[in-house]
């Protein structure tokens, strides 16, 4: 269960986030869609803390902080229920890729190396890659490399699976791959919350779908609702330029 009040976030006298707010419940997938600087990836970086929001409180089940005066014992708490897969994937280039995703295990979590190797290939194996285990990010397409990343943020065991863009540096035949194997993790039961600008990506893959804009929620509905009659004018306008016709191969 998540859910946060009235974050806000400004940078120099610019604000981002004007008091954003959602709740998550177990198994929810919700994505934020909206234009280019409405805030949605400054949100997400603002739950994990990698960037730290002017105000706003945020409850991940039992734990509950504000991030005014949160304390680093509770920035740390809070990292180890969430984990995070980045538009870049961020791995380690000098790591295989069984390495990448047991480096967070074995280094932040502390977990044995043996009991970490397990996990991680259990992981690889449900997004399909139990074959590359000993090669490099080098020789991985952009998908298995975005599959990397999200068997590295499941095998941390996170009550919440933060998605920031994680189809936007893919070729476009590529997008199928990292959509099916995020629907696989859905079936996990794990939360997500998933930014993106792929429309047809949101409109597959959510439950709910969020329209941020100028730092704040201008509507939420089931994907349905929101693409094909959204009550919002603001809405309207800009989902009216994209064109729901297939185009991935799932």
């Given amino acids: 269960m998540l859910e946060v009040k009235n974050v806000k976030k400004t940078f120099g006298k610019q604000k981002i ?31 994990n803390f990698l ?32 984990a995070m897969v ?23 979590r502390h977990v044995p190396k043996k009991e970490a190797c397990d996990k991680a290939m259990a992981m690889l194996e449900k997004v399909g890659l139990q074959d590359k285990l000993h090669e490099y990010p080098c020789y991985l397409s952009g998908g298995q490399q975005q599959r990397v990343g999200i068997a590295r943020a499941m095998a941390l065991d996170p009550e919440l699976i933060l998605f920031d863009e994680p189809t936007s540096a893919l070729d476009p035949e ?17 939360p ?22 100028e730092g704040l929620v201008v509507e939420e509905g089931a994907p349905k609702q929101m693409f094909s009659s959204p009550k919002e004018e603001r809405t309207k306008q800009f989902l009216s330029r994209f064109n729901l016709t297939s185009q991935y191969t799932i």
């Fill in 17 to 47: 986030l004007n008091g954003v707010g959602l709740t998550l419940d177990k198994g929810d997938v919700k994505v934020i869609i909206g234009p280019s600087g409405s805030g949605k990836t400054t949100f997400l970086r603002c739950l």
């Fill in 51 to 82: 960037e730290r929001a002017d105000e706003g409180e945020m409850r991940i089940d039992d734990l509950s902080v504000n991030f005014r005066s949160v304390s680093s014992k509770s920035v740390y708490k809070v990292r180890q229920k969430t």
């Fill in 86 to 108: 980045f538009q870049n994937y961020c791995l380690f280039s000098n790591k295989t890729v069984l390495q990448n995703v047991t480096e967070g295990l074995i280094v932040a």
């Fill in 174 to 190: 590529l997008v199928g791959e990292c959509l099916k194997c995020i629907q696989n993790v859905a079936k996990e039961g794990i």
């Fill in 192 to 213: 997500m919350l998933i930014v993106t600008h792929e429309m047809l990506f949101a409109y597959e893959i959510a439950g709910s779908v969020i329209f941020l804009e």
